[in-house]
């Protein structure tokens, strides 16, 4: 299964809870539970296989580490509305933004071709450094002594 199909089928495997905003909007919204709280539990999911539940953990566990617990269930508010239907809208789609993030293929590095010409300017170019900062320390007796 294609990983947008999976996206469209997750909303049947998270939970809404509803719970009243503590946004300074006036006392309208203090009546009413517009706070959304999304919760989905990875471990438990049938939709993505052993492999694609471990990428998503650890996508978690590294990127949001606040909104993934012990169990693997993941967490996520939104109270960016007065409405319930967009917070809940609002919290959907972050999730399924997270899990598209945490499912990309991740670039692998390309190393650099370096020159010897250029390691031969970086290693001149260090010993003018190293030559100046020599040359800036207090001569002391020993040394001018040693010199002579």
Do not use: C
């Amino acid at each position: 299964m294609e990983n947008q199909e999976k996206l469209k089928k997750l909303e049947k495997e998270v939970s809404f809870k509803f719970s009243k905003s503590s946004k300074a909007k006036g006392s309208s919204l203090e009546a009413r539970q517009v706070k959304v709280t999304l919760k989905w539990n990875v471990l438990d999911s049938k939709l993505f296989d052993e492999d694609e539940k471990k990428k998503i953990i650890n996508y978690f566990q590294t990127h949001a580490a606040d909104k993934i617990d012990k169990e693997g269930e993941i967490v996520i508010y939104s109270k960016r509305t007065g409405s319930q239907k967009l917070n809940r809208q609002y919290a959907l789609e972050k999730l399924k933004r997270l899990i598209k993030e945490a499912l990309k293929p991740s670039k692998t590095r390309q190393p650099i071709q370096v020159s010897p010409k250029w390691h031969e300017a970086r290693i001149k170019e260090k010993k003018i450094v190293s030559e100046k900062k020599r040359l800036r320390k207090k001569i002391s007796q020993e040394d001018l002594e040693k010199e002579l």
